[in-house]
């Protein structure tokens, strides 16, 4: 049963015309009004009984109803003299069956007070428009730069050289790196020094999200695609990274199932959101990280060996911290600098002893570490110098050799006591993150210590 105009009754119609349009009025082919509403006439000063079957001219003060009559063009948001006052309208041609029969004619606005109020509610949301717009695009950009990356240790300058040369091409970048060595920075750098930095860095942690999300997370998902989805559905990160950069850190930790998906995104460079029925294109440079070593992942079944391939076209390994002993100054001076801004000081310098502390750590948790030690250290800081009092216990009560490991007579160097223990106590947490899927208290649990305890060694670690 198809809907009809013939079954709405004709004053319903009326009432419909003065709700949708709040002045209106109709001619003939020859300008004569065959229909203006009450709203109109109350405008114009006049009665609809007075105005209806005039010539329009006569009722309308300076119109071109008549001329939009006979010439069929039509006339958007046209200004006209009425009234003492400027008005805007539009009027436009009725042509039924091919054939020009009239014309009509609305007024927008009735005075140039009403057009500004609207202009100021336009502009209003305008604005508002352009901040979120502003936003997003700030947070969908590249923070660092190769000039970030400090240190000139041999091993990392060959990695940022690496780096810098192959940052132009469009190729899949691998990042290989223990947790905080600064893979993200690096991967920052590269993206800014691409030809798609105009466009968008999309930073994802595998690792951070749960692995019935991270399907609709990276591809998005269409309206209704499942209970609770968004109204009117949502891009994934491979959508919004589109002619930019995705960077996909942990990737060890992708779900085998998610990995054959990815796989698929990468060789016919389209995606399908969930729920979804087609396909979009998608063009995006990808750069992944891991500290997880992904060729014994390949030969052991947990990562697929054709997608490492497919990731696996530039390898950088982003060296430890504890082999950059000569990095350390600097790189501790510009955490302290940065750190300094956000608390609000001044000129904090470090002593030399916490300089050779610092130098005699092995750094388990690498940049990311030295940036907790000195967060904490200027948080209980009681003047300008950093000394080792300021320090957390497990640095300060180091043994104070100058090697980060002696040498017993058979030639074989061992490591400090300290050292081994922190090592072992960072795997231990990492497996049993690991083993609880990410959960923290069942890996608090799994391991037999508090919860407490826990957050404290995976901040210590920098174990996210």
Known sequence: MSARIDDIPINWLEEILNLSVERIVVTDRDGIILYINEAYCEFLGTTVEQAMRRPVQEVIENTRMHIVSRTGQAEIAAVQHINGSEMVANRFPLIVSGELVGAVGTVIFKNPEELHLYKRKIQSLVEELKYYKTREEKELTSKYSFSDLIGTSRHFVEAKELAERISVNHSAVLLLGESGTGKELFAHSIHANSLRSAYPFVPINCASIPEHLLESELFGYEDGAFTGAKKGGKKGHFQLANKGTIFLDEIGDMPLAMQS??????????????????????DVRIITATHRNLEKMVEAGEFRQDLYYRLNVIKIEIPPLRYRKDDIEQIAMNLVRKLEKRFHKKSVELSREVIRLFQQHSWPGNIRELENVLERCINVLDGSVIKPNHLPL???DQDAAPNDAATNPAGTKVLPLKEIIAEAEKQAIQSALSAAGGNRQQAAKLLDIGKTSFYEKCRIYSIN
């Open 261 to 282: 998906k990815l796989l698929r995104v990468l060789q016919d460079k389209e995606i399908q959101p969930v729920g979804g029925q087609k396909s979009l294109p998608v």
């Open 394 to 396: 497990y640095l300060r």
